[in-house]
């Protein structure tokens, strides 16, 4: 690792951290406090530091230079998803991304593609049905079912059962209320035994469909690998798989349910996209890409990335002792005006002006380096194919939207999305 003069890492105020527990405010409060002190900046819990890493430069550093000296140290999700991807490190975790880094490239997500429209056409049609009724509709519902569907075809080659969708929506629930660092928070994780069970008969039916097909089905990959590589066991084959579908489905889902309150919030950029250009043109897909981006930014998919660094490092000229945990935040990152003009307006127009790109580490919704998300693509891919297929037919007005975000695992709205639904 690189040596460099050291100074003092500024820390937050004791006094601030005892008023912050006193008064019961979020994590994300702290840290935006701690933020304030630059981009490197600190905190105690205890006798334990916690460094909190925002600034472009350091973030590329930890995630994108360093990959092997600032490393997962388990995982939050380890208690659900087993060893899948998300969770393993070191070796394991090459072995695995090799396995599965075909299938999310250009060429395998096309193979998918089908699967993924198909998902996208049984979602134009519930909404069909919702907008001649003028029901209000629980958008976030729909968009969580469209994800889901999406990836379980595009594993196994068949639609999603409605007792599948039941396993797999309950063990993301269970997923989904992982406090994002229990450490600073003393919250603790939903007990995982009913929602293990049900990931484990789905897994099963998953593996049984697969088997019973000639079309494409991304679940194979990891068959193959069950056949041919003694690492690849049964209850790896089952964690994989629950890492794509559970962890993969409610991070696509929750991003497009903040599109399309930031739509409501903001019609113009509706029309701005639509305007673009024709249906299936290139010009309307980059706009389709940019309100994306730009959610992404406001809410990145994980809002908080703990890493523990492996040996004593010095980062921004401060001194990083091994063992020090740090929390790199894209939320804190792709809010901090000194990277992004107006950062707190939605302003998807800033992703299509190619003289003012994002800084390297300015902007990571995925991640960062070796360890950013594999399905990154796949994600955006079927999100852009389900909002060119209901952008231009639908307006969503928002009923009773959430009062704000929840900060768990994910930054999510906190509460349903409700809308009517208003063809076009």
Known sequence: MATAA?????????????????GGGQLVDLLTSAQQLGPVAGFRLGERRIVLVTGAEQVQHVLARHPDSYVKHGHRAKALLGDGLLCASGEPWRRQRKVLQPQFTGRGIRAHEPQIRAAVAATAERWHAAARAGEVREIDADLRRFSLEAIWRSLTAHPLDRATHHRLITAGDSLAQIPAFAAATGERAADFGEANELADLA???AIALAGQTEEPALLRALLRAAAELPDYTERLVRDELMTLVVAGYETTATTLSWLFLLLDAHPEQREWALAAGPAGSGARAAAIRALID??????PVAWLMPRQAAEADTLAGHPIEAGTTLLVSPYLTHRDPALWPD???????????AERRPAPGAYYPFGLGPRACLGAQFAVREMTLLLEELLPAYRAEIRDAPAGAGFAITVHPAGPVRAVLHAE
């Open 6 to 22: 050291t100074s003092t890492l500024p820390e937050l105020d004791p006094a601030r951290l005892a008023d912050w527990r006193a």
């Open 203 to 205: 897994a099963a039916h």
């Open 294 to 299: 730009e959610t992404l930014r406001l809410y």
């Open 343 to 353: 950062p707190g307006a939605f302003r998807p127009q800033r992703f299509l002006d």
